[in-house]
């Protein structure tokens, strides 16, 4: 009996007592709206939202207030119109899964056609504001990154191979990228380098939560590490993504985009990480701690190494430099105070895309 057969009674019979029970309740207007603020996975958007901003406040050139704000809404609905097609096209998985199981569509409160128009209208509208707000290639980015998520992590990846949360992991990299893009036009350095400490973080975070809900993602038929190669193979796996994520955590200071005090910081975090991994691979099947130990150090450290970031660039470790080009402001290298190293802006650009 495959997933789709076990989902799709067990989706109808939930629809229908949730049909049933919604039409006498009184408050069923507002819990709609509840249902579907929870299909944009609000955790996770609010994750995108905190590392975009860090790209856009990374950024050489300064946007004014209100087209800031434009462009942080602009990202927070692109993230959650990702969350909520990843949300209508996995119904048939959330509905047996234990993790899931209380989503807004197994549970009947909302119809996968209702999630499939909001999260098509609330991604076009964000492409569209972020466009508008500030240029086609944020925009390009922004909507690369949300087909990205569904069509090849969602509809291919997930289901098919045992790498999925690697390679899928890229969407979640982006939003940094993305910031960046809405300040200058462009892509430079320090955005890549910022993808890449998010895209090497993302397989440990992600397999240490999978370790402890290994019977979930069987029984759903996701070809999760943990489910596919065994929870030493997935250990092992862990601890060296740890090791290259703390060493691509220095990058910042190494390039000069960060001051000593983020590099400090960065070292100090990276090395409980790293201890956690260790202590997690040196573990047996039995101690589930260990892994959810690292799953929640992990969202921590993610948040300390970004707001260490954020509050570096804020305090003016560099001063920017800028020259008018076609009326818009861009950005031609940064100066960096003593003992930082003076970079060009290394760009690529995908206004085209």
Not at 31 to 46: E, G, N
Not at 55 to 60: N, Q, V
Not at 192 to 201: E, G, K, R, S
Not at 236 to 244: E, M, N, P, T, V
Request: with cysteine.
């Amino acid at each position: 009996m495959n997933v789709k057969s076990i989902a799709g009674p067990l989706g109808e019979r939930r629809a229908r007592y949730a049909l049933s029970s919604d039409s006498a309740h009184p408050l069923t207007n507002h819990w709609r709206v509840s249902d579907f603020v929870a299909l944009t996975k609000p955790r996770v958007m609010v994750l995108a939202v905190f590392t975009a901003l860090v790209g856009l406040s990374s950024a050489p050139v300064r946007l004014d207030p209100l087209t800031t704000l434009a462009a942080v809404l602009a990202i927070a609905a692109g993230a959650g119109a990702a969350g909520v097609l990843n949300m209508w096209y996995d119904a048939d998985i959330d509905a047996v899964m234990t993790r899931t199981a209380m989503r807004p569509i197994p549970r009947g409160k909302i119809s996968r056609f209702e999630a499939l128009v909001f999260g098509l209208v609330l991604g076009g509208f964000a492409v569209a504001v972020l466009g508008l707000a500030t240029n086609l290639t944020a925009a390009a980015l922004l909507a690369c990154t949300i087909l990205f998520y569904i069509l090849v992590y969602t509809a291919w990846l997930k289901r098919v191979t045992r790498q999925n949360i690697v390679i899928g992991g890229a969407a979640g990299a982006l939003p940094p990228v993305i910031g960046w893009a809405a300040a200058t036009g462009d892509v430079g350095l320090e955005p890549l380098a910022l993808f890449l400490i998010i895209f090497l973080w993302t397989p440990p975070h992600f397999w240490a939560l999978a370790l402890n809900r290994t019977d979930d993602y069987a029984r759903a038929g996701v070809p999760m590490l943990p489910v596919v190669a065994g929870r030493a193979a997935t250990a092992r796996q862990i601890l060296i993504y740890s090791g290259l994520l703390v060493l691509a955590s220095e990058l910042p200071w190494v390039l000069g985009f960060a001051g000593t005090a983020y590099g400090a910081i960065a070292a100090i975090c990276g090395a409980l990480f790293l201890l956690l991994a260790g202590h997690l691979n040196r573990s047996t099947g039995a101690d589930r701690r260990a892994a959810q130990r690292l799953f929640l150090f992990s969202i921590f450290y993610l948040f300390v190494l970004f707001a260490a970031l954020l509050i570096d660039h804020r305090s003016g470790s560099f001063s920017p430099m800028r020259s008018s080009h076609g009326g818009r402001s861009v950005s031609v290298h940064a100066e960096f105070k003593s003992g930082a190293v003076r970079s060009a802006c290394c760009t690529v650009n995908f206004s085209e895309v």
